[in-house]
């Protein structure tokens, strides 16, 4: 079984200001993962995955995150940060040989304030 | 290319009554999975399938929630007997069938409210 788990449930950040929002896993078996940005009374949409090779990886928006193995975590950063950025935030895991189905995390709330 | 469409977006049913929740996946896409997003928590799996078939539902409750994925047609949740701890709101993702696919495509959401 899969757990993931993101300790910061809102990170209030200045507009330009960088931000890094945490996500930390536990697994049984290798993982492939995601972070998917959640806009008020909308689905989900996929911000970055790692799902083999570099450990840094970019995604839309100016978004990019860092797999790191041995502690078990998968950071989101991004260097500046918009109003637009205003969202929730999810991590997710898939176990590899899992059927793909995703396990969240909690989510956490990024309020970006001029 | 149409995203995953979900409907009807919101959904009022009295407690007792039976909710029905439709998703028609992305063109090509013949996986479909479920999920609930609870009042200030993440989304949980509920159940995993393909066409005629499922693979994987480890996360429906085992009584009163059932899921189809017929040959034609859209995927539907059914809730029968809908209580107030059913409202929710409830996610239907895709993917293609290409094997090692695993980026999952999200609908809008069902939002569904028990009174």
Redesign the interface.
Same mark, same amino acid.
Request: proline share 2%; hydrophobic share 35%.
């Given at each position: 079984a899969q757990s993931?788990t993101q300790l910061d449930s809102q990170v209030p950040v200045f507009e330009e200001a960088p931000v890094e929002l945490r996500c930390n896993y536990s697994s049984s078996v290798s993982v492939?993962l @995601?972070w998917?940005v959640q806009y008020p009374?909308?689905?989900?949409?996929?911000l970055l995955?790692y /799902?083999s090779g570099s450990t840094l990886v970019k995604g839309i928006n100016g978004f990019e995150a860092e797999f790191n193995k041995s502690q078990t975590s998968f950071h989101l950063r991004k260097p500046s940060v918009h109003i637009s950025d205003t969202a929730e935030y @999810?991590c997710?895991v898939?176990g590899q040989g899992t059927?793909?189905? /995703? =396990? @969240?995390? =909690?989510?956490t709330r990024l309020q970006v304030t001029l | 290319n149409a995203g995953?469409m979900q409907n009807p977006r919101h959904l009022v049913r009295r407690r007792g009554q039976e909710a029905r929740l439709r998703c028609s996946p992305m063109k090509g896409h013949s996986?479909v999975?479920w %999920?609930r997003q609870l009042p200030e *928590?993440?989304?949980?799996?509920m159940v %995993?399938l393909q066409k005629e078939n499922i693979?994987?539902e480890?996360?429906m409750p085992k009584e009163r929630f059932s899921a189809e994925f017929p040959k034609e047609g859209p995927s539907i949740l059914r809730i029968q007997q809908v209580v107030r701890g059913d409202s929710a709101a409830y996610?239907c993702?895709s993917?293609p069938k290409t094997t090692?696919a695993? *980026?999952? %495509?999200?609908?809008?959401?069902t939002?569904l409210t028990v009174t």
């Open positions: 993931v492939y @995601f998917y009374n909308q689905g989900l949409q996929l995955k /799902l @999810f997710a898939i059927a793909s189905k /995703l =396990t @969240f995390g =909690t989510g | 995953v996986h999975y %999920y *928590e993440g989304l949980k799996f %995993y693979i994987d480890s996360g996610f993702a993917s090692g695993y *980026e999952q %495509y999200f609908g809008p959401g939002r």
